[in-house]
């Protein structure tokens, strides 16, 4: 371990103001979500988020229930997202405002302490290769969230394609897709073969109720879902599914029994929506 950081993970990521079904703006981003996770895992666990100071009101009562586990740094500008849910299974996403960018000055200002720090990019400028391979320098394993790979810097409808740039992958030691993010990294079927070709030596591919596949060490293993929600928005499920991941990751557990802690995390909030919904709560 680099002399000088602790056993844990911080999150590091752009504050995003969702609007979701024509609803008032909330609070989005991995930072909104990844607070249950860490809360849940314990131990040192940390969330530092770019936003701009007069977003910074609709994000106080994560501040409130979470307290010092996550800090709130100024930048010129917030994400901005909104999200039309066809059925509960599928949105159509689109980009309001594209985020600030992550490089060395931001670096030092979160100072992450923590062994791990995980990237949540809401698009592929958010966290440049040359930062990661700061945070790499800095003795930090990086783990990376692959939407930061394949969503397009662009304003309007979300585009998602292959052009990232191949050294983004130079430095990371887990990284995370979903499936339709897999098959866009792909170029078609994730597999063996694909993961391979990207070089990291973990790589999570997550396919909602499914469970996710884990590739490590040349093979696979299937980690099925703790179990199945129904009915109910998923909005932040994969920040929340990532973050207490890597923080079981950061804790020393293995990667399929931390796969399935951050399964049934998942499942576990997934419940209580579907409860407030049943009684009209927001």
């Known amino acids: 371990m680099q002399p000088g950081l602790v056993n844990g993970v911080t999150v590091l990521g752009n504050l995003a103001i969702d609007v979701i079904n024509g609803a008032p703006p909330?609070?989005?981003?991995?930072?909104s979500f990844a607070g249950?996770?860490?809360?849940?895992?314990g131990g040192p666990g940390h969330i530092a988020a770019l936003g701009a100071p007069e977003d910074h009101a609709l994000f106080d009562?994560?501040?409130?229930?979470?307290?010092?586990?996550?800090?709130?740094?100024?930048?010129?500008?917030?994400?901005?997202?909104?999200?039309?849910?066809?059925?509960?299974?599928?949105?159509?996403?689109?980009?309001?405002?594209?985020?600030?960018?992550?490089?060395?000055?931001?670096?030092a200002a979160a100072?992450?302490?923590?062994?791990?720090?995980?990237?949540?990019?809401?698009l592929r400028t958010d966290f440049p290769a040359e930062t990661l391979a700061?945070?790499?320098?800095?003795?930090?394993?990086?783990?990376?969230?692959?939407?930061?790979?394949v969503r397009a810097d662009r304003v309007g409808p979300l585009v998602e394609d292959r052009n990232f740039?191949?050294?983004?992958?130079?430095?990371?030691?887990?990284?995370?897709?979903?499936?339709?993010?897999?098959?866009?990294?792909?170029?078609?079927?994730?597999?063996?073969?694909?993961?391979?070709?990207?070089?990291?030596?973990e790589i999570v591919v997550t396919y909602g109720s499914e469970g996710c596949d884990i590739y490590t060490n040349g093979s696979v293993e299937r980690v099925p879902a703790a179990?199945?929600?129904?009915?109910?928005?998923?909005?932040?499920?994969?920040d929340m599914f990532t973050a207490c991941y890597v923080a079981h990751r950061a804790a020393g557990?293995?990667?399929?029994?931390?796969a399935e802690q951050a399964s049934e995390l998942v499942a576990r909030e997934l419940d209580k929506r579907q409860e407030r919904r049943s009684v009209g709560s927001p």
């Open 134 to 149: 700061l945070l790499a320098a800095r003795g930090h394993r990086v783990a990376y969230d692959g939407q930061g790979l």
């Open 165 to 201: 740039a191949p050294d983004m992958l130079q430095h990371l030691d887990m990284l995370k897709l979903a499936e339709d993010e897999a098959v866009v990294v792909a170029d078609g079927d994730f597999d063996l073969a694909a993961a391979k070709l990207l070089g990291v030596p």
């Open 227 to 238: 179990w199945r929600v129904d009915g109910v928005q998923t909005t932040g499920a994969g």
């Open 36 to 41: 249950v996770a860490l809360e849940a895992v």
């Open 111 to 122: 100072n992450p302490d923590t062994t791990w720090v995980h990237l949540a990019p809401l």
């Open 61 to 107: 009562p994560l501040v409130e229930r979470f307290g010092t586990i996550v800090r709130i740094l100024p930048s010129t500008v917030t994400s901005g997202f909104r999200l039309d849910y066809v059925d509960v299974d599928h949105r159509r996403m689109s980009v309001d405002t594209i985020g600030p960018v992550w490089g060395a000055a931001e670096i």
């Open 253 to 258: 557990d293995d990667p399929v029994p931390s």
């Open 26 to 31: 909330s609070p989005g981003g991995c930072a």
